[in-house]
């Protein structure tokens, strides 16, 4: 792609929505809700800090108060979905997110870094302490940070899986973990987020919490496969190479790993490789959902890319890059891959982080 290539603002302009009188964005063209993941990390893409205020504000204003069973709600969460929508098993999807309150203060810690700027974090200094004491709360005697029901007073939530692969667990009845799990990437987002936060607090509790999950992530590197697991929960290791090692690399810092974990992680990422970059799951492996298994996420070549900039990684750099040419679409969230490495776009167009996307590769070296 020409490095002097601008994204038309028609694309995101088409996006646009106003939700309680915040001036926000939609996740895609056939959504009609707004995202926190969606929208913070499309905002960390573009290096938008407007679009960072706003969202941040949003999130302020929507942050959990008490538990709610139905919506999945706790004190300090971020929201996942507003509006929420109603799934079959008669619960709500508008709390359903681990890694939002991550993003949440990624989000914060990016906004100064970007604008100098101290007053949305001093205006918002209550909801960061409770965003970060939300993370604490779920740290647990090993240092995991934990996803489970139970938080907010139930034994499921609306939604099977709760961080961005959302649809779908391998190796699960169901599709479904059991309860507590702790995830490797929101693992790490959370961790991210809890050393982003010292930027606005301190105390002895903080520093606690982040040096407890640094010690846990050794337990969640397989040396089997060369690579972190998907996750553990009560029955054990969630086995099975995917993108989720790889994606780790935007959150975690040099000294969270070592050359011969990052050789290994790259080594085995090979079997993700497809013709316009890292596919989300090992092709070998068996799953009831093709959404996040045979496909391959515009947003995620982005993150990809950006952390193994930041480790050198030319290899990782060089295969996430491989989606450029396809940026010159309609900004589908997704490609599926066949058996044969073919790719179609996904039917859903116009996506709010496909776009952030394509603006992040537009930028120089690219």
Not at 201 to 213: Q, R, V, W
């Amino acid at each position: 792609m020409n490095k002097n290539y601008k994204v038309p603002t028609n694309y995101i302009d088409k996006l646009k929505a106003n939700y309680k009188g915040f001036d926000l964005y939609r996740a895609g063209q056939t959504y009609s809700a707004n995202f926190s993941r969606d929208s913070i990390i499309s905002a960390l893409l573009k290096q938008d800090p407007e679009m960072l205020k706003n969202q941040l504000s949003f999130c302020a204003y929507e942050q959990g108060k008490k538990r709610n069973p139905l919506t999945g709600e706790e004190p300090g969460k971020i929201h996942h979905e507003f509006p929420g929508f109603k799934m079959i098993n008669g619960l709500y999807t508008t709390y359903n997110a681990c890694d939002t309150n991550a993003l949440y203060l990624i989000g914060h810690y990016t906004y100064q870094k970007l604008t100098k700027d101290n007053s949305l974090a001093e205006e918002q200094k209550k909801n960061i302490e409770q965003a970060t004491n939300y993370i604490l709360r779920h740290i647990d005697e090993n240092g995991f940070f934990i996803e489970d029901p139970k938080f907010c007073g139930n034994d499921k939530f609306a939604l099977k899986v709760t961080y961005w692969k959302d649809s779908c667990l391998i190796d699960r009845d169901n599709g479904m973990p059991d309860y507590p799990v702790v995830y490797t990437l929101p693992h790490i987002q959370n961790l991210d987020g809890l050393r982003k936060s010292q930027n606005f607090l301190d105390g002895n509790k903080l520093s606690e919490g982040i040096e407890k999950m640094e010690s846990a992530l050794p337990k969640l590197c397989d040396g089997e496969l060369n690579t972190y697991y998907l996750g553990i929960d009560k029955q054990g290791p969630i086995r099975g190479i995917n993108s989720d090692s790889l994606h780790s690399l935007y959150y975690l810092d040099p000294k969270d790993i070592t050359k011969e974990q990052l050789k290994g992680i790259t080594e085995s990422s090979k079997v993700l490789e497809t013709p316009i970059g890292y596919r989300t799951l090992d092709p070998t492996l068996k799953s009831d959902d093709d959404y996040h298994s045979k496909t391959v996420w515009v947003f995620e070549q982005a993150m990809i890319n950006e952390g193994a900039k930041k480790f050198g990684i030319e290899k990782v750099m060089d295969v996430s890059s491989r989606i450029i040419p396809k940026l010159n679409t309609t900004c589908p969230e997704l490609f599926i891959i066949d058996d044969e490495n073919n790719t179609n776009e996904g039917e859903s167009k116009l996506h709010l982080w496909s776009i952030a996307a394509k603006d992040y590769f537009s930028r120089p070296p690219y």
